[in-house]
Nanobody, 124 residues
């Protein structure tokens, strides 16, 4: 049974920072790519960052240089460090996992097999 549980969201002023965590269980050896997505009100869910099992990382242009995706050595927790937050970063943030490598399709949400429930990030 696969579970992804996000935490770390909250309210912060513009310019502030947050670190999101995604504790996952049950994935073990079957996953290759994990990603962070976000969905703002009345907008489609969009890819924020992706990380392959070999550590290859991709970022959306809108967050590059401000957000950092990482994972712990035991590969049971995924992180998203968010600095210099802007009001337009306000959204529900989701972590997701898929069996294939991230590659060029890391942003394609339809390819992800597992999703967390999301955590709200509000920047004012």
């Amino acid at each position: 049974h696969v579970q992804l549980v996000e935490s770390g969201g909250g309210s912060v002023q513009a310019g502030g920072s947050l670190r999101l965590s995604c504790a996952h269980s049950g994935l073990r050896y079957e996953w290759n790519c994990m990603g962070w997505f976000r969905q703002a009100p009345d907008k489609e869910r969009e890819g924020v960052a992706g990380i392959d099992s070999d550590g290859t990382i991709s970022y959306a242009r809108s967050v590059k240089g401000r957000f950092t995706i990482s994972k712990d050595n035991a590969k049971t927790t995924l992180y998203l460090r968010m600095n210099s937050l802007k009001p337009e970063d306000t959204a529900i943030y989701y972590c997701a996992a898929k069996r294939d490598e991230c590659g060029m399709t890391w942003k394609w949400r339809s390819l992800y097999n597992y999703w967390g429930q999301g955590t709200q990030v509000t920047v004012s």
